[in-house]
């Protein structure tokens, strides 16, 4: 099983992705050909906070920003004390910056 959003492969008992929380899928896509490359996507927040997460999540998908969180299982962040990196397209993430600045999680440089 593999996420189709990271590419993350699991077991074939898993159902959902536990850094995307996309469904998984038994085969990847093919990748595009042509001039469309990989998508390269850079870290532009972190955080713990499940509830920063959920936030930002709608936010986000409100504006139509291509984006994912890595490492974002609620087991990952109690237990582990890691952080949920918000991951964005290269090409979008000066807008998601921005964003994350006026709503306060970002600091204005």
Request: proline share 4%; aromatic share 12%; glycine share 8%.
């Amino acid at each position: 099983m593999f996420c189709p959003r990271c590419k993350s492969e699991y077991r074939d008992d898993f159902l959902k992705c536990a850094d995307c929380g996309v469904d998984l899928v038994s085969k990847l896509p093919p990748e595009p050909a042509g001039d469309f490359g990989d998508e390269e996507f850079v870290e532009v927040f972190s955080t713990y906070q499940q509830g920063d997460i959920a936030f930002i999540k709608s936010v986000l998908d409100g504006e139509g920003i291509t984006y994912f969180f890595q490492g974002e299982s609620s087991i990952m962040l109690i237990a582990a004390g890691a952080y949920a990196r918000l991951m964005v397209k290269a090409d979008e993430a000066q807008r998601a910056r921005e964003i994350l600045q006026e709503l306060g999680f970002l600091k204005r440089v």
